[in-house]
């Protein structure tokens, strides 16, 4: 069985220094630090210019020349996230890491993931040097340390990872891998409960290459990828300690990319972490982590510390980055890999959609009709029960409830709901008594009528919707308006743009699975449309019609194996791109419709953040995902968010419509349909 891996060229940022002399060094620090102020750009230029190695180097000649200690020195000269930075440059890479640890779990409190990160990614090696480091710098014994501020199968599972006895052999026995994938699924999947002792011993002591082949039996056998399973079975840090196990064994450059992202995102930076990886990995793999990161958030590290840190702080890091990425630009070994993987797991995964909102138990469309009646009769409007009764019915018994208030009361309930509520709550309630068809005919309505159109609205509606719906939609939308849903979009668009999202209306998708040998086929006609960039710039082009004819037409299955092939022969990643050979709306939706082939919850979770972040909130998307979606598969929706922007929905929501101009009937709405916390 052929193993995974990549060749040992080295992928660090940060090198040994030509003609280096750590007696000169240690003379230039000590003038940039002698007198009043200190000479911040010189320390900087020289020690990320210098490998581990050599400023070990520097601090034994500064000892020896001046009789002082330089980090010493360097703590009393610098200070903040900087002087931290610094210092933790010129620690020895097993001694930072001992530092690390001690600071996790002395005093008040432990930082589970500190303890996570460091055990769950360090090689054999590394694991070994650190216990040693911790000796002797601390006098102490790490085991007994972690043994003292941890419990359960976390404890446990530290403990094992500790020893540092992973297999690191690159012989695998096929029957082993076999095995091992079938008792993981037997100790969790299979049965009530989960054999937790059965995760720890194989996930704790076999070789990577080893697990990287048992997590593709798994998913074989399950139908669904380990991490989920991991989700499902476990809990608490013993789950996030062995979801950054799987993610190691997976790519640790990915790993590392995610712990990047996460610690920089949103208000505030986790500074700790951020200084933590980029020390650790500079001289180990971070131009791989930099395409990791290109890959995953179309974003280049190097631009996400600039917007995110500043001053000598941010000078510093981005030294270690070592560098801006061409946006779609060519991948590296590892990347590419991951690339490719990456649309090959999008194609096996057999996910089941979850929804928020359910039918109902004991379901009385005339009581319901009733309490709603009462709630609105009289002075003031009861809107607690408005929402607890119009959020927890399905679809199709709202339905009932509408016809049952006309029959009992001879009144339009919804003509009711509009005249007792106002705001956002009043647009939220009476979503969700629409038909989901109706409801999509009256989002693509507000998306063009008055002045200027909501694009974005348009995109995610027809990006995402299956035949079915689409065809629904086009019904309801002539009923409602007595005109064609087509040429409305004509009317208000233009150009390829416009092309596309009339392809898109006619709800003519392939349904079809993958044909390989087709898919083959589509991969070089559309790497050889944007190569040419026929696909943005000549409308006669037949090219241009290929290219978008497939992304318009064909099946998601078959899709997903159109952009695996474009990454073997391109080295590319599509939607990387489509993001530099086009640009404005057109883009947008191209890359709407590969983000919904690739992993839909995830990209409606996008949807959601990116309504939600930064000044004020666009309420009309928010209302519009979290209705459409509660029904389909707003809990995976809820669990790729949790993922991605390590916050739950709920939380979100929370802190929005908290900060925002609404109230407290519109917060409650909303948390009812999102349906809990994760």
Known sequence: MAAKGKGSKYRGTITDFPDFDAHI??????????????DKETIIDLITSRSNQQRQSICVAYKSQYGKDLIGDLKYELTGHFERLIVSLMRAPAYQDAKEIKDAVEGLGTDEKCLIEILASRTNKQIHDLVNAYKDAYDRDIEADIVGDTSGHFKKMLIVLLQGTREEDDVVSEDLVEQDAQDLYEAGEAQWGTDEAKFITILGNRSVTHLQLVFDEYQRIAEKEIESSIKSELSGDFQKLMLAIVECIQSRSMYFAKRLYKSMKGLGTADKTLIRIMVNRSEIDMLDIRECFRLRYEKSLYNMIKDDTSGEYMRTLLKLCGGDDDLAGEFFPEAAQIAYKMWELSAMARVESRATIHPADNFDPGSDAEALRKAMKGFGTDEDTIIDIITQRSNSQRQEILQTYKSHFGRNLMADLKSE???????????????????????????????????????EILATRNNQEILAMNEAYKNAYHKKLEDAISSDTSGIFCRVLISLVQGARDEGPADIEKAQEDAKIIAEALELGDACNDDSSSMETKFLSILCTRSYPHLRRVFQEF???TNKDIEQVIRKEMSGDLMRTLIAIVRSIKNKPSFFAECLYKAMKGLGTDDRALIRLLVSRSEID????RKEFKDLHDASLHDFIKVEALCGDTSGDYRKGLLAICGGED
């Open 421 to 459: 509520l106002s705001g956002n709550l009043s647009r939220l309630i009476l979503g969700l008594m629409m038909t989901p068809a109706d409801f999509d005919a009256k989002m693509m309505r507000k998306a063009m009528e008055g002045a200027g159109t909501d694009e974005s609205a348009l995109i």
């Open 25 to 38: 060094d240690a003379e230039v620090l000590y003038k940039a630090m002698k007198g009043i102020g200190s």
């Open 567 to 569: 990454v073997k022969c």
């Open 634 to 637: 707003l809990l995976n929706i």
